[in-house]
């Protein structure tokens, strides 16, 4: 279904009006901004009055949202002038087939870009335009910019028309608040939820297309790349991360990434023998998504022999969650045609639990079908055909961790050594996933004190923030200060007397529609 007030092209309705703002009224505009930033013989210093830093601030936010309505205001036109030019070219008997060809390259040399980016930018501005009404809402507001916009129109980019819509629909609200890996997450977990077997198609479509390039890079440098399947690209870069931390402790001068880049060669080159360490995939789901359609953890589809004494699995079992068992799922069961002629009811937690999204640390939502795999291939020791001794040799230590039912937000983990050990820093980073400033969406590297503990702040769970080491280093600058609630939200305030709030995300879709960003999440001075 089209949301009302759209077009598509080659409609047989009038073309529409003129903008209101011409060129020339923009141009004024970037002319008059270019006087701001200047000083205008005003020197800087530590007894300037602070409320002129705070209203540059100001005027920095009321720019960005500026950028962001322009661009938005930049699609509508690319869609209108793909309209008008589709009509003309129909009324001067231009083929079907063969009309607004020319207006991908129009609008890269309007833009300053190079054809292909105009052709992906005319791309985004109908689906914005014409599908994704509350996306495009957003930018127009100037709430969301360009970027984010694209997040959300490529991880939809499989769905029917009307499952975007729906996806547009359900993450309106949540837009402003989230980061680029955010936004991507969950409009990804979402479209994975809403019709999991084109998402699996597509997994197994790209899977046939994995590939390693090389490119160069500056200062006599190159780039080794890899396009991999989300298991083994993740298994790659943590064994790569665990053997570099195990050097660095023991000393070695070299930094984290000279030590993975090193170690990456040897592993590739033979240069040294390699050692392949043991390899965590941690995954969160819930039970329903754990044991798959027509299970539960009291009655498991097929039966579970359990761990064999001489694997991972053989540590002595603890009180955990019910999905602590260890039966094995069902395969997924295909999903089921949809109606021709009847619109389709879009699927919801409570119809379809078993296909809740997991997540996967250290990359993000995955189908429970596919965190369904890994489970049953890591309890069967399930290796590729060809491996080689060393291969066969490493381990995967699969961990099942556990969200609260409603929030989704991470609260507890199993303990058996298979799935994960007690250690605080590792919680933190399971729960928060990336740094929690704002927006920042950088892996986390530092386990910080939110209140510090020079000020009485616990070094407890309800205390703690996974932070990156930027963020970490700008918290502890002059004028910076931060407090942990009692709900888990962080509150950071700047030097110029604005706050931030941010909260641990939610790891499932169901959690975050029933805990959804609090309405003040920024404070002005």
């Known amino acids: 279904m089209i949301p009302t007030g759209h077009r598509t092209p080659d409609a047989a309705d009038p073309a529409p009006v003129a903008p209101p703002v011409t060129a020339h009224d923009v141009r004024v505009l970037v002319a008059g901004l270019a006087v701001l930033g200047h000083s205008s013989g005003v020197e800087a210093s530590a007894s300037r009055d602070i409320r002129a830093d705070v209203a540059a601030l100001d005027v920095m936010a009321a720019l960005e949202a500026l950028k962001s309505a322009a661009c938005a205001a930049q699609a509508r036109l690319a869609v209108h002038v793909d309209l008008v030019r589709r009509q003309h070219e129909a009324a ?30 005319l ?47 359900e993450l309106a609200d949540e837009l402003p608040t989230l980061s680029d890996r955010q936004v991507a ?86 240069r040294t023998p390699a050692v392949g360490p043991d390899i965590e995939i941690a995954l969160i789901m819930t039970d329903q998504a754990l044991f798959g359609a027509g299970e539960s953890p009291t009655n498991p589809a097929t039966e579970s022999t359990g761990p064999t004494p001489d694997s991972p699995a053989s540590a002595p079992p603890t009180s955990t969650p019910p999905a602590s068992a260890h ?84 609260t507890r983990m199993d303990t058996q050594r298979r799935l994960f050990s007690p250690a605080q820093r590792r919680f933190l980073v399971y729960r928060d996933q990336y740094c929690r400033t704002p927006w920042c969406g950088t892996p986390i590297r530092h386990a910080d004190h939110a209140t510090p503990h020079a000020n009485g702040g616990p070094t407890s769970i309800d205390n703690g923030q996974g ?59």
């Open 92 to 121: 001067m008997g231009v083929p079907t087939d063969k009309r607004g060809r020319g207006v991908a390259g129009e609008i890269a040399l309007a833009r300053r870009e190079s054809p292909h980016r105009g052709s992906r930018l």
């Open 123 to 169: 791309g985004l501005a109908k689906a914005l335009v014409n599908e994704m009404p509350h996306t495009m809402a957003a930018m127009t507001r100037g709430e969301l910019n360009e970027w984010r916009a694209t997040l959300m129109v490529r991880e939809t980019a499989v769905l029917e028309r009307q499952d975007r819509a729906a996806v547009d629909t």
């Open 185 to 270: 997450a969950r409009a990804r977990a979402i479209a994975y939820r809403i019709d999991p077997s084109s998402a699996l198609k597509r997994g197994r479509h790209a899977t046939s297309e994995r590939y390693v390039a090389i490119r160069p890079a500056p200062d006599t440098m190159a780039i080794v790349s890899a396009y991999l399947p989300v298991r083994d690209g993740v298994a790659c870069y943590a064994a790569l991360r665990r053997h570099a931390e195990t050097l660095k402790a023991g000393g070695a001068e070299r930094s984290l990434s000279q030590l993975m880049a090193d170690i990456f060669i040897e592993r590739l080159t033979g």
């Open 327 to 410: 039966p094995k799922p069902a395969p997924p069961q295909p999903a089921p045609p949809k109606p021709s002629s009847e619109p389709a009811i879009r699927p919801t937690i409570a119809d379809a639990p078993e296909q809740e999204p997991a997540s996967l640390v250290g990359y993000g939502p995955i189908p429970a079908a596919l965190a369904r795999e890994f489970i049953r291939s890591a309890e069967d020791g399930d290796r590729a055909a060809g491996a080689t001794a060393a291969a066969r040799a490493a381990k995967i230590w699969i961990r099942r961790l556990y969200a609260d039912p409603v929030t989704g937000v991470l």
């Open 467 to 525: 932070l990156c080491e930027r963020c970490n280093h700008t918290k502890e600058a002059p004028g910076w200060t931060a407090r942990a609630d009692t709900d888990r939200t962080v509150s950071t305030t700047t030097p110029s007397g604005a706050t931030y709030r941010s909260r641990p995300p939610a790891l499932t879709p169901s959690g975050a529609r029933a805990e959804s960003a609090p309405a003040d999440w920024r404070d002005s001075a």
